[in-house]
């Protein structure tokens, strides 16, 4: 089992910039994919980003690449997102995930959320 708690979450304007981090426990060394999802309300929760624990290979959807980045510390079995360049669109709950396997598979295991909110 993996237990998964997000932090950093908050309000910034447009333009501005926010970390969030995912801090694992539990059976942090059967994780072999790790990613942040969202859900704006209303709408389905989708994958925006991912990196793979062992070689830190990322993958982003279209709508955050060049403007966020996915990183991982093994040595503390945690992961960031840096958000950059943020609008109000990207206003949402952001969720942690890890996977067993690859992400793309589906992820087995999610933390909490935390609420971002950007103002125009």
């Known amino acids: 089992q993996v237990h998964l708690a997000e932090s950093g979450g908050g309000s910034v304007q447009a333009g501005g910039s926010l970390r969030l981090s995912c801090s694992a426990s539990?059976?942090?060394?059967?994780?072999?994919?790790a990613a942040w999802y969202r859900q704006i309300p209303g709408k389905e929760r989708e994958g925006i980003a991912s990196v793979v624990s062992d070689d830190g290979r990322t993958n982003y959807v279209n709508s955050v690449k060049g403007r966020f980045i996915i990183s991982r510390d093994n040595t503390k079995a945690s992961v960031y997102l840096h958000m950059n360049s943020l609008n109000p669109e990207d206003t949402a709950i952001y969720y942690c995930?890890?996977?067993?396997?690859?992400?793309?598979?589906?992820?087995?295991?999610w933390g909490q959320g935390t609420q971002v909110t950007v103002s125009s």
């Open positions: 995930a890890a996977a067993q396997q690859a992400c793309s598979y589906g992820v087995a295991f």
């Open positions: 539990g059976d942090t060394d059967s994780i072999f994919c």
